[in-house]
């Protein structure tokens, strides 16, 4: 949803709409009351579906700085949820680190339903990710990564924006479950954070059962 | 204090504890409108009910003996909507360079919201009830009452907009103050369309 009082131009477009809005009501309670309501019935639901359909197209990209970090070093931010620790994940670290010493920092974004967001009822969401966390962090670490890590906000776009704050990294790694599986992929969560950070990013597809098999 | 725009324009990522979608300010006045409808919101619940509750009584609204000035009231919506113009203008102005439109632009916007509120004063005098008889009456200054004294912070703002536009304090890239308060004027402009509608035409 778009804030209507974003900016002065916003607002004043809202200024009109609403009269636009109130203008048909009022004509329409004029000619019968029945139809006044109609009118507002259905003119609410456009306006509805119009405030929470629209998306700013114009948010523009985060930008970063390069790495504050010795040259010869490579780091690397990856954003997964439940494939943190998947197998294919490390391959692709390890690859795009070629040899460099690597840091990896790794957000693990607390995943919960949208009913408990909005209660802010986030403890449970918050310790599932620590647990995946903990146990990624370990894996890397045995297999001889320098790697630090934190939860993350459950929009995995914020909590990218939020890692950039304290970690500047020269690439991002985004980890998801196969197409059909994955939540984020039906969201479209890694072509908007390609538009939305200047960073090269690479989209690693985890399949937590056929590395189980 | 780190603008939307400054955050975007230096290389690298927002200071921490700041969004880059959205500047303090910009988030500040949103949470202030947001609080503010909340607010509206009660007292329109307060006339809604009054009004279901009254109408079954004796079948009329405004109850017999009221009468609501519309075409009055309605001359003042357009005060207020030209207003809207007008602050949109001192706006647009500003952010083109062009000081003496936004000189312009809020010198009009002040006088027509003074004479929204003087109209309304008047108003006020001559509409023959007061806040004591019947519900309705509460419910009618209660409801038009909180939008005026919402058009007198407006004016104030604007007051203080003014006379820092003619101090020189506003230039194309720094008139925040012109954006945050020409944001409160049009709430306050769409508040009045959803009163006039409800209290004075249905």
């Known amino acids: ?213 | 204090m780190t603008t939307f725009d400054e955050a975007h324009e230096h290389h690298g990522p927002p200071p921490i504890h700041y969004s880059s979608r959205v500047s303090p300010a910009t988030l500040g006045m949103f949470l202030f409108i947001a609080s503010e409808i909340m607010l509206f919101g009660s007292f329109f619940t307060v006339y809604f009910f009054d009004r279901v509750v009254n109408h079954g009584v004796n079948g009329h609204w405004p109850p017999t003996g009221f009468h609501r000035p519309a075409f009055v009231a309605g001359i003042n919506t357009l005060i207020l909507v030209t207003s809207s113009f007008t602050m949109h203008w001192a706006d647009t102005s500003i952010k083109k360079g062009n000081r003496a439109g936004l000189r312009a632009g809020l010198v009009l916007t002040v006088l027509l919201g003074l004479t929204f509120l003087l109209t309304q004063v008047i108003e006020y005098h001559r509409l023959g009830f007061n806040t004591s008889d019947t519900s309705f009456a509460a419910t009618f200054f209660g409801l038009t009452g909180l939008h005026g004294a919402h058009v007198l912070v407006g004016l104030t703002i604007l007051t203080v907009m003014m006379v820092r536009a003619f101090r020189g304090h506003f230039s194309p890239e720094h008139h925040h103050g012109v954006e945050i308060g020409g944001i409160y004027w049009h709430f306050v402009d769409v508040m009045w369309i959803v009163v006039y509608v409800t209290v004075y035409l249905l």
């Open chain 1, 1 to 213: 949803m778009k804030n209507p009082f974003r900016s002065e131009q916003d607002a004043f477009r809202f200024v009109w709409l609403t009269i636009g809005y109130f203008a048909l009501i009022v004509i329409g309670a004029l000619i019968n009351t029945w139809l006044g309501v109609a009118v507002f019935v259905v003119v609410t639901a456009v306006a509805l579906w119009w405030l929470l359909a629209r998306t700013d197209a114009r948010e523009p990209p985060v930008r970063q700085t390069p790495a504050a970090s010795p040259p010869e070093e490579h780091r690397i931010l990856v954003v997964a949820n439940e494939t943190v620790g998947g197998a294919e994940l490390l391959g692709v670290i390890r690859e795009h680190a070629g040899g460099r010493p690597v840091r990896v920092f790794v957000v693990c974004p607390a995943l919960n339903s949208p009913l408990k967001h909005w209660v802010s009822d986030e403890d449970g969401a918050r310790s599932a990710a620590q647990a995946r966390l903990d146990q990624s962090l370990t894996g890397m670490r045995a297999a001889g990564l320098d790697a630090e890590g934190e939860i993350g906000d459950g929009d995995p776009i914020q909590a990218i924006e939020d890692a950039l704050r304290t970690f500047q990294p020269d690439e991002l790694i985004l980890s998801t479950h196969p197409a059909g599986r994955s939540h984020w992929l039906e969201r479209g969560v890694v072509e908007k954070a390609r538009e939305r950070f200047d960073l090269p990013l690479t989209h690693v597809i985890v399949d937590l059962d056929a590395d189980r098999r």
